[in-house]
């Protein structure tokens, strides 16, 4: 997948279409009666409608079939996902973890989400306020499947084995040193090419942003140039023995069937996409003469709070 | 009911007094050593002291009895009320509820408390931060009864029958296609005239208010002179065989006994009331030229939560 | 003019029409293509459009003729009112006034208008930004001519003699221990009864304001209900000899000419009104065991700058 | 002009390079010690640098010669260009201006600079506070000349005959029913093609925005993906007559002679931008019932003051 | 104890230095590859790294050995110490405790922490949100142990018998009529000298402040300079036995061991530190013509909830 | 004066009191009816008295005589003193100034106030908002006067020559490569030990503060600890030929005599003080890796404007 194009920039206001279909994107207005190529036009919100700018999230996307022509949800297992703190006692000790065992793919087939294992976390997602670290943990990719969480954000971390993400607004190749963000309600689906590890951040109620810098000044830490978004691809998949809609709702996972593949989006525009980032693109700043500065220094993601200056959850650079 | 009197304005610092207790309302301070008639002062507040201008609420009532003067609150059945959330499993399937079926009044008689059913809601009362979505069906007024809700406020949509609402601060006749609220710490009665349903939006720790307007300028969608509050109103009436004080407290109900009628305010200032609102008025904004706007432009009211732009709960023209 | 009736409440969202045209004003919409008795709907905008709900000011005036009827203004000798502080060397001394003399109007005929001096001031009315103070000593009431400050607001604070205010949304009598003010950009006219004289605060760019009260509370200093605002009064007056307008644009007077009373209003709506205060009503608070507060604790109306917590203008109680 | 090329985005974080120069632009930092093709790195700051990331506004230009290699600058004649509002006497008639006279070719030659009036404006470029607004009439293109606004930013509005504008990040046609934005310290060059006329908001201190749309939601008015931004484009070439650069300083014009053409960027990137705007797309919103709203709902662009809801400039649709 | 000395102010930036070591704060630096004495320097973190000024909390502390040197922390009985108010049912009476009965110390030994019983609570602190109310009743020092609340702060109000609360910044004494705050994780042994009682607020997620006075001014209520705090004192004590720490974690008590006194800080500086003050200093404001102020006039401390002007938990002067 | 002592830290709330009068700060409460020593007890306001906590300035002096003890002010010569920027040309030319020669003590005693020259500025003091630089160049100490600044704070950084400062706050010695900070109001002496020069850095209606250090975290560039203010100094010295005190005001000089030091503050205590800083101490950050930072990594101390993020002016160590 070496060809994989990127658009760059953090939050910007994209536009891109598959150039298997050229004006597929609706030009001056979002939702024409009828679109290019009798596509369908559906806004994914990110945020409420009445945010302000710097907040608002939207994206347009046109697709092929509704993403709603889905066979109802029902509730399957959720493995070793949980959003239920009380069931552990607390232990104020510091803790770390050692590796995740990958299971071996020649012993049993586990792909990215029947690999998830939730570390630890506090809040809930019902009541938008809250974190969780998962960890995946898988040797196989999702055939016919893809996953949405309605619940929060995810910062995906690999540690081991890259992956090929393929969602509704394109495909991104995330290898170890890099990191993405897929957001609330985008569905996506992951490949495998081996025996894979990471971790995963997720938020709920915040999205992440970039740090505001302060007498840093204008560039440093994370520079919004170096985030990367992927380009408009799509597919016209009938799947006849049905495709699998995996949904994270309030912590449980449910899943629908319908018999098409949901990456179907021609052209897409909007300021609410996933993206990718590597870390040895991070301007590290610190201290030239003595001492050193507190860790913040290496923010690269942070979930903002409701406190100034508290974030929900900060990824800083490893 | 059709001589009842209103007067506009939301949020307004009003003032009335019963006009058969003339100069009952005292001038130039709020807490007289004596007052006019011998009334009690009491302050209800609707927010913290502290809180700014701007969402600072409190009135002063002026009473015949203190409303202290009742005996102990014993818990009381709950029947379909609830706060507790984890009793219900998630499901991502989008819902809609067909009408609830309004007992006959030859059947059973119920009234406005007995008939509320909770349909859903997030979050709770005790943490002052969430919402829930109860529903009323009745078929017969309450009697020596009235119900007050220490929770949070009660935005009441009738969906059929009109619904006289007796309260501390007078009276309003509320029909179909009108609207009415009941904030917090506020005691009311509700007399029916027939079957009658309706729902009730009840929010935690926030307020109902007008949303700001933006680039629409000074006027537009819910205009702030067409709220009516009511003008006050009392009965001095003796219950030998007992008064009943409802109180919703924290999810649950309790009640208590009192030997006269709450509503003994004979005169009132202040600028926490209820109030109501007839959905005619509302003046509609829309593109008017291509695509169509977001849902928000139907906001009447709605209540903040701490991130900008984001609501609690909102409530749209239908 | 011991009948004159008023409304109270500090920013109310008020409706008045003047009783002698019941129906005046117009339900449910702001500016219908027909108005009751054929009057013309005028907004007077005290704000920005796009202000938030607390700092978004207007009003909706119904009046028999349009404002905009006059004969174009021409400049008129500005007296000794200026905005020029240029002109004056700075004094780091502590300045006192002694009260300025009064004419005798055996002597000479002097009204409201002609009889303003500028005191002090800083800033300007161009940049919307500044202050100033003027005295007022006049002996004869205004004939036939009106004044309008299209640079800010006044208010009024008289010293000897009661005025009478006649404004386009009623009348007002101000009397000594009484203030009032006039937004930017309403006409009034003014009555007096002898050797009158008072000082007069200006403020540009802002209005006036009760203070938030911090740790005070929900009351206490100048409480809103004080406040009066004049109901709806007009007069369907022909002046034959012409009625003159009096505007004080960027610190200069122009006058024009229109042949008909300006005071035309029958009916209206709003919260941009003028209003007076009793500061008897003031409900002083200080300390009450040792030492003594800040003169601060006497704030009655304060006009804020851009800074938190300092104002461009407070007007403390004597 | 047609083949002229934009990418879209209102405040992206846009990057661009000539496709002359492949890898013109570095990656991955801003400012190596040697730059591709030997270009010299300069950062162009829109903001002061500790700005909040949502004010926080600059680019990176890649150049052939560094900007600063010019002469001194010398004052110029600055024709019917002032920013001393104090010799003109204030006139509160409504004032309305007829089209200004475009000068015939055939009689004198007037470009973009020379044809620049002011109109009339508020506040001064030093304080970093007020606006300005001018016409321009020309009927001859700028050779070897270039203007430079340092005190604030130039919203233009063609009225008759398109203008090709060359900037230092490249080439926008502007036509009438279309608007540009020329920020503060961007070099630029105005084609024209016949006689030429338009008008010129000026704001200084601030830059302008697209509004927030409170109810409105995440669509409506001028939608940012409309908004178009030029693509890099250099020349390389010598003027052995002398390059003039034209800037306008605290209200006054002064030259200055280079050997060089200064539209010698090969490669750019950042949020600090020239841009346009057809009003075409303009998503109208309005009253559907009865009534109209405010102005403000035509608003495009804005400049914000420092309090909350007034802005400093607002350019309406007209 | 009458010798033990304090330094004054709110909320200062600190510094002090137990004189038997003199030099062994280091001076333009924080930490310094070699302390003076050896000693390790440790960061206590009040506030997360990126809050503003006005919320940044932080001290160093230089000891002899580090705090993290004990062996593992194990869970132990949390006696009447409780977060989980759902066991609790609510109960909408007014409701007033007797006082605790304090046991006898010839009957059984009881120290601060064995004595502690929660009374009531909301929220929890895991979600950093929420307050807890506990009584102490004790009759015997902590001996060779010290507590650490790692779950917010406390406000500790003596009613009988006075205290002597050595902490790793030095030593309070607090008898009734004063209070103290010992701020989230900070390390503190309690010393009784009879039979002592008490109560404590507890809150997450924000700490104590001095209320803004707005109009009241710059004087008034709680003065910050009568806060005072505790000198730097320590000792370099071996404990054979074994010390014992006892730590509140997510409303739990845990308890390790150390070989060592962790009151072993040498000198510290910084911003984060316990305090005492006396209620004696409290300048009392209130209404001194009619009607008397609200409770909030009395505020001591208050902790902010994230609504403008609503605590989480406010102190008022008894 | 090597033995001067500091009290350390940024905006505490200090106390200091003279050690030759042991007792003079008044305990508990700030306005004695009867002060110590028979002192007179000032407060000097920094802010206005309705400041939020974070930027409200006061000190309370107590002094052996009251500062208004003087003779009026008459104006005096400003020799190069000036805030009348209209005077001077715009130049958009890059400039810097050679140093300013200091004038020879042999030939002309130059002291503090008579070596003042204005270098250049923006604003003016009377409307609060604005800056100016000064540069001083004296050979001789102030003898029998102070200088006192109505218009704004004082950032002084010496050249050449220390300067011993006497303020009523106590004694400070400033030395090239540290800077001091008197503020608005404080009186002040300046003695010098030959040739003298520096700059000043003035700031009206704004006080320098530390900037907020986002992602830097809780410690970095000038650390809070390391500013010094002096300890409480007096003088009871009765001068019968004259003490002068020069008023800066308006940006003009006035003077006025007295007949006793200025500097008889026997006790202090507040929050509004002068201060130095050794530019030694600021705690260096910037790139580490590739690139650098912007410039505002360098920044001492800034003094906001009403945009956030822009200073009004911003002292960066150089």
Redesign the interface.
């Known amino acids: 997948m070496a060809g994989l194009k990127y658009m760059?920039?953090?939050?910007?206001?994209?536009?891109s279409e598959d150039p298997r279909c050229p004006g597929s994107l609706p030009e001056?207005?979002?939702?024409?009666q009828v679109c290019p190529y009798g596509l369908y036009a559906e806004?994914l919100?990110g945020?409420?409608?009445?945010?302000?700018?710097?907040?608002?999230k939207?994206s347009w996307l046109y697709r092929i079939l509704p993403s709603v022509r889905h066979k109802?949800?029902t509730?399957m297992s959720c493995g070793d996902l949980t959003e239920n703190?009380n069931d552990v006692?607390?232990?104020?000790?510091q803790l770390r973890w050692k590796p995740f065992n990958i299971p071996k793919s020649s012993e049993i087939k586990v792909d990215f989400i029947s690999g998830l294992h939730t570390v630890c976390g506090?809040?809930d997602s019902?009541?938008r306020?809250?974190i969780t670290i998962h960890m995946y943990t898988c040797n196989t990719s999702m055939t016919d499947k893809c996953f949405q969480n309605?619940d929060g954000d995810f910062l995906i971390v690999p540690q081991q084995g890259e992956i090929l993400i393929t969602t509704e607004f394109g495909k991104m190749m995330v290898e170890p040193n890099e990191i993405c963000v897929i957001q609330q309600g985008m569905r996506f689906s992951v490949d495998v090419f081996g025996e894979t590890r990471g971790y995963i951040l997720e938020v709920f109620?915040?999205h992440f942003?970039?740090?505001?810098?302060?007498?840093?000044?204008?560039?440093?830490?994370a520079?919004?140039?170096?985030f990367q978004t992927p380009v408009a691809w799509y597919e016209d998949r009938t799947v006849a023995t049905g495709y699998t809609v995996v949904?994270k709702?309030?912590?449980?996972l449910?899943s629908c069937q319908q018999d098409f593949s949901p990456f179907n989006v021609v052209a897409w525009?909007g300021?609410y996409t996933p993206y990718k980032y590597n870390l040895?693109?991070f301007?590290?700043?610190?201290?030239?003469?003595?001492?050193?500065?507190?860790?913040?220094?290496f923010?690269v993601l942070t979930a903002k709070s409701?406190?100034?200056?508290?974030?929900a959850l900060t990824f800083l650079k490893p």
């Open positions: 760059s920039g953090f939050g910007n206001e994209f536009a001056g207005q979002n939702n024409p806004q919100s945020s409420a409608f009445t945010c302000p700018r710097s907040t608002n939207r109802p949800f509730p703190w006692e607390p232990d104020p000790n506090a809040g019902k009541s306020n809250g309605a109620g915040a942003e970039l740090p505001d810098l302060g007498p840093i000044g204008a560039n440093g830490l520079n919004p140039r170096d949904n709702y309030q912590g449980k449910f525009h300021n040895e693109n301007m590290v700043i610190n201290c030239v003469a003595f001492d050193h500065a507190d860790p913040s220094i923010t409701t406190r100034p200056g508290r974030s």
